[in-house]
């Protein structure tokens, strides 16, 4: 199955306490894609400049990327984001963002992406996810993700997103801006009347939940000891979600369960390591390995009160 | 089974958005003592003035708890507390404390109480829990808690209580303090170190985990769309904790998973009404309905990759 991943495409310099990385390959679309890509063929629609190094492109080639939908621009230069994190690095600081040809990115999806049934709407401006959203046939589930700059301003078109997409992606911030609730529970129950079916809620190292109008599902964050960067945690998480939903039949209440503890692990993956380096070369032995210790953390026996 | 159960016993006036109260009864050991009532029978160790309305006597008694470790100052005046929550309600302000008579409290535990077996100190000054961990014989499980200006003030009583205790319950704020790491794995890690078998630490809402040297398991909060007053929630967690495993054989890793699972089921009780009255008229029935719903926010179900 593939899987149509709308995002950026950049290169990031990054430091945090246990070391820094200069324009290491990153950005949503690319973090989604590689955690995707061991359950289902990622179909990439990004921009980057002619600055961008082949040996990404050969990376993302050898995760078996689609990269027909990346645009590269002649003379252009690649989004470049730098940011450092410190303490208990649960928030990045940005210290630079050069959108370069990010800025004026219009996402045309190749014909053969089209009528792709999965759907991930990285955090790009909300009326680029409406313009791909127009593109696509009759997908079964388009995820979507966002961030506090767009749901301040352009708040119109997000919600018109939320409506039109299955499932949608925030953060705790995200969850309390959009709803001015300070509870998260009602803040979710706020965002389902949206639209969508489903909501998640990420909380970092708290882990996430998910709502719907049939379940709610609370899954841990896996524990790391030592966490060297947290970059891409987000979306590696939204394209280990989407990415397993893709390989299986039918959206029940159990498949999406499983992808809340795929995509918790494959986000623990990638905090493991700088960039892309914590999932690109995973192995599915080393995923099942993980997502079995994953399963058991939350494990509460039968309990009979006498 | 019984469980001795040494803290303050306390009037409270207690504002939150959902209304207030006043003089309602309050204190560590009272929550706990409710909360393990429906398991264990709480032998109650505290000092109240004799304005201590003879309702709140009556009211702990019919929860079957022995008062007879209950000091009655004559003349004196009870422990008042007066704080307020905003906004998530995650952190209380304090308006005023008045320690009165628990200001002089000094622990002493009836014949009667000496030889049990589950000992939980509420958040007490480290000498007088060292006090009281003289008086006890061999106790199969010590239970102890503390606050950050015990982590400050009196750091290496603190410790010595530690040793001596075989779970230690902290919040995420002090496993910080007490240990300078940011990382609550890495914090916890370290406390396992200072003697404990188990080390928890209480999230909020964002859950609680558990760790020895053998076990690591991650609960979430019971989700409440509406919290009506979180005093007493990290009491109440103790006293379902410590009251749960007094009624089992045997301390295994499963009796203290389920045991996560029994407090964090008592502390959403408490949370749905002010003071003690969300958990001093449960029936077991209701705690297993509601364990039941708790046990399977997160199920995960088998997952096997393709």
């Known amino acids: 199955m593939s899987v149509v991943i709308v995002g950026s495409v950049a290169m990031d310099t990054v430091k945090t306490p246990l070391g820094r990385v200069e324009k290491a390959l990153g950005g949503s679309?690319?973090?989604?894609?590689i955690a995707s890509s061991y359950f289902a063929r990622p179909c990439v629609v990004g921009v980057v400049g002619d600055d961008f190094p082949q040996d990404y492109i050969t990376l993302l080639k050898k995760k078996k990327c689609d990269l027909s939908g990346l645009q590269i621009i002649k003379g252009g230069r690649t989004f470049h984001w730098e940011g450092v994190y410190e303490g208990d690095m649960s928030h990045a600081h940005t210290l630079s963002t050069c959108l370069n040809v990010f800025e004026f990115f219009k996402p045309e999806l190749p014909c053969h992406y089209r009528d792709s049934g999965y759907l991930f709407l990285a955090n790009i401006d909300p009326e680029l996810q409406l313009?791909?959203?127009?593109?696509?046939?009759?997908?079964?589930?388009?995820?979507?993700d966002t961030m506090n700059f767009w749901i301040s301003g352009k708040r119109e078109s997000l919600i018109e997103v939320f409506r039109k997409s299955h499932v949608i992606l925030v953060n705790e911030g995200e969850a309390k801006l959009l709803t001015g609730?300070?509870?998260?529970?009602?803040?979710?129950?706020?965002?389902?009347?949206?639209?969508?079916?489903?909501?998640?809620?990420?909380?970092?190292?708290?882990?996430?939940?998910?709502?719907?109008?049939?379940?709610?599902?609370?899954?841990?964050?896996?524990?790391l000891k030592s966490?060297?960067?947290?970059?891409?945690?987000?979306?590696?998480?939204?394209?280990?979600?989407?990415?397993?939903?893709?390989?299986?039949?039918?959206?029940?209440?159990?498949?999406f369960r499983r992808a809340m503890a795929v995509g918790s692990v494959l986000a623990s993956?990638?905090?493991?390591?700088?960039?892309?380096?914590?999932?690109?070369?995973?192995?599915?032995?080393?995923?099942?390995?993980r997502l079995a210790k994953?399963?058991?953390?939350?494990?509460?026996?039968k309990i009979i009160l006498k």
């Open 29 to 33: 679309a690319v973090y989604a894609g």
């Open 131 to 144: 313009y791909v959203l127009d593109q696509v046939k009759n997908p079964e589930l388009v995820l979507c």
């Open 181 to 223: 609730k300070t509870n998260l529970i009602q803040a979710a129950e706020e965002l389902l009347e949206l639209g969508p079916s489903w909501v998640i809620v990420k909380k970092g190292e708290h882990g996430a939940f998910l709502l719907s109008g049939e379940d709610y599902c609370s899954v841990p964050a896996y524990p």
């Open 227 to 255: 966490l060297k960067d947290p970059t891409g945690a987000g979306d590696t998480f939204a394209g280990g979600f989407i990415g397993f939903l893709s390989s299986r039949k039918g959206l029940s209440k159990e498949h």
């Open 269 to 289: 993956f990638v905090c493991e390591d700088f960039s892309i380096y914590g999932t690109c070369s995973l192995t599915k032995k080393k995923i099942e390995t």
């Open 294 to 301: 994953f399963c058991e953390i939350s494990k509460i026996p």
